[in-house]
T-cell receptor, first 114, second 115 residues
Framework: SQQGEEDPQALSIQEGENATMNCSYK?????LQWYRQNSGRGLVHLIL?????REKHSGRLRVTLDTSKKSSSLLITASRAADTASYFC??????????????FGKGTHLIIQP | DTGVSQDPRHKITKRGQNVTFRCDPI?????LYWYRQTLGQGPEFLTY????????KSRLLSDRFSAERPKGSFSTLEIQRTEQGDSAMYLC?????????????FGNGTRLTVT
């Protein structure tokens, strides 16, 4: 089963508006990462937030992490048509020193209307 | 382009045939991962390598699947006796280090269709 669950599954907004996506997860983590995937392509890493961080910014992206609620949010400000893509959260679970693959959610499909 | 490359981009095969995919990671990356992604889902972890050693396999990786990374550089993923349920996008990713705080760099995937 997949660790992270994004919400909403799909989101359609007008260009220039802000887009917010949420992610919930189940187990303790080392870090949480957000990725973007354009149709038919591989995933592109956007931002990583460590378990001891609460907020992080990168350009028009803002990510928050609440480890007590096991949740994260990704905010894209001033959206552009090129932001149309699927967005996935991925968790790096704490595994006592073992190195496992990231666990991805099902994604939020974001459509920016021009 | 020094990103992760995968070959082929698309593969159509008949049920029961064997297929092999190749992944060339970013050259200085010592970790290599294989994921599978079906339509509308996120990537599911299959296996990963630290240099040439295969360190973990998901239970999704049945005995029809085998992966190798013979010299710690490129990797191959073979599926024997393909089934229609194997139809998916197979993604390869690499990272400089494993464990904490290492983002993955993905290739564009190999889309497999089993007819």
């Amino acid at each position: 089963s997949q660790q992270g669950e994004e919400d909403p599954q799909a989101l359609s907004i007008q260009e220039g508006e802000n887009a917010t996506m949420n992610c919930s997860y189940k187990t303790s983590i080392n870090n949480l990462q957000w990725y973007r995937q354009n149709s038919g392509r591989g995933l592109v890493h956007l931002i990583l937030i460590r378990s001891n961080e609460r907020e992080k910014h990168s350009g028009r992206l803002r990510v928050t992490l609440d480890t007590s609620k096991k949740s994260s949010s990704l905010l894209i400000t001033a959206s552009r048509a090129a932001d149309t893509a699927s967005y996935f959260c991925a968790t790096d679970p704490y595994s006592g020193g073992g190195a496992d693959g990231l666990t991805f959610g099902k994604g939020t499909h974001l459509i920016i209307q021009p | 382009d020094t990103g992760v490359s995968q070959d082929p981009r698309h593969k159509i095969t008949k049920r029961g045939q064997n297929v092999t995919f190749r992944c060339d990671p970013i050259s200085e990356h010592n970790r290599l991962y294989w994921y599978r992604q079906t339509l509308g889902q996120g990537p599911e972890f299959l296996t990963y390598f630290q240099n040439e050693a295969q360190l973990e396999k998901s239970r999704l990786l049945s005995d029809r699947f085998s992966a190798e990374r013979p010299k710690g550089s490129f990797s191959t993923l073979e599926i024997q006796r393909t089934e229609q349920g194997d139809s998916a996008m197979y993604l390869c990713a690499s990272s400089l280090t494993g464990g904490n705080n290492s983002p993955l760099h993905f290739g564009n995937g190999t889309r497999l269709t089993v007819t």
